[in-house]
């Protein structure tokens, strides 16, 4: 059910970008992982980079606030890599290459509580 939700929404995004694209007055900024700014590390709570999104500040281990805390479900890296860590059991949740928009498996969405930045 929430896979389907988040797809319907995906095409929603993607439906306005087309009717609304151009660069007029009054464009609609396509909501997705664009709004990350160019070199961050963004997690967001929902799929397709949607939802409450939280900028990781800068290199190195960082717990998440506690909004976003167990939220996480798309990641956005620029040129640096990530890993998302569960501290429930200590495992790494997620590994995140540079230059990716992805959407967390199954297994790692909404598990994450720190996120390590590679610099
Ligand atoms: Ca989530
Ligand atoms: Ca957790």
Redo the contacts with the bound molecule.
């Keep these: 059910m929430r896979k389907a939700l988040a797809t319907g929404l995906a095409l929603a995004f993607v439906t306005s970008g087309i009717v609304t694209g151009g660069a007029h007055a009054g464009e609609v900024t396509i909501a997705g992982y664009e709004t990350c700014p160019a070199g961050k590390v963004c997690v967001y709570?929902?799929w397709h980079g949607t939802?409450p999104r939280w900028e990781v500040p800068g290199c190195g281990w960082w717990e998440l606030p506690s909004w976003i805390r167990n939220?996480?479900?798309s990641v956005r890296t620029h040129g640096n890599a990530m890993r998302l860590l569960d501290l429930a059991d200590g495992t790494i949740v997620g590994n995140v290459r540079a230059h990716t928009s992805t959407n967390l498996a199954s297994w790692e969405?909404?598990r994450a509580d720190k996120v390590y930045v590679e610099c």
């Design positions: 709570e929902r939802g939220e996480v479900s969405d909404d």
